[in-house]
């Protein structure tokens, strides 16, 4: 790969991964890979992508690291580099410090990483999705078991607001019939309408992403 080529291809990349430190700069990039990670800025970005790594990725023996640490950083970034069976010849020394014996392949690992967060972030975004999919699917499951439960009248409309009017009727109609002291008063008296029912969906998606990122990470 050309060194042009590939300095444009790591700007590209980190643009595209939400970088916006002072390595997005062509020259900067440059001067800093020419001293690896004797500069603070390229050490800086190594960090801040192999932190992202890890909450993506299950990589193993993972430790604590910050920028100051930079032989601890160093160490974590081999085994990445294993782990995720890095194509790079020039970078699999058992010493990586002296892999990093010029520019381009300074340049090279930080396309690696890049490339690599790129396609987690892709990964993880399919699967996110796939898990709202099923959460639809269960919801969907659950309206029909209510409504072959319930039998409530034929909705006006095909909405869900129709559909949830229908069984809020239904409801309303089986309650009457229990004894006035069977169900105590009800915490929310007013409905609500489609834009706080939206509100409700969204804080319930997001507990589900922020137990799901617990979980992951």
């Not at 409801?171 to 915490?187: R, S």
Request: aromatic content about 6%; hydrophobic content about 40%.
């Amino acid at each position: 790969m050309r060194a042009r080529a590939m300095e444009l291809d790591v700007l590209d990349a980190l643009e595209q991964l939400g970088y916006d430190g002072p390595l997005n700069n062509e020259q900067v990039l440059l001067k800093a890979s020419e001293c690896g990670f004797s500069s603070p800025e390229y050490t800086s970005l190594c960090l801040w992508l192999t932190l992202r790594l890890k909450l993506l990725c299950s990589l193993e023996e993972w430790t604590p690291i910050n920028a100051d640490d930079t032989d601890g950083l160093q160490l974590q970034i081999s085994r990445l580099l294993k782990e995720m069976s890095c194509p790079y010849p020039c970078l699999m020394s058992e010493n990586l410090l002296g892999s990093l014996k010029n520019k381009d392949s300074c340049l090279k690992l930080i396309l690696f990483l890049s490339s690599e967060l790129q396609a987690a972030q892709i990964m993880h975004s399919k699967h996110l999705h796939s898990c709202e999919l099923d959460e639809e699917r269960t919801a969907l499951q659950d309206l029909r078991v209510t409504c072959r439960t319930l039998k409530p009248s034929e909705p006006k409309g095909r909405s869900a607001v129709d559909i949830f009017s229908a069984i809020e009727s239904k409801m309303k109609l089986l309650l009457e019939d229990l004894p006035k002291e069977h169900i105590g008063k009800p915490a929310l008296k007013v409905s609500l309408n489609p834009g706080q029912w939206v509100c409700v969906h969204n804080v319930q998606l997001n507990i589900f992403l922020l137990i799901y990122n617990i979980i992951i990470i």
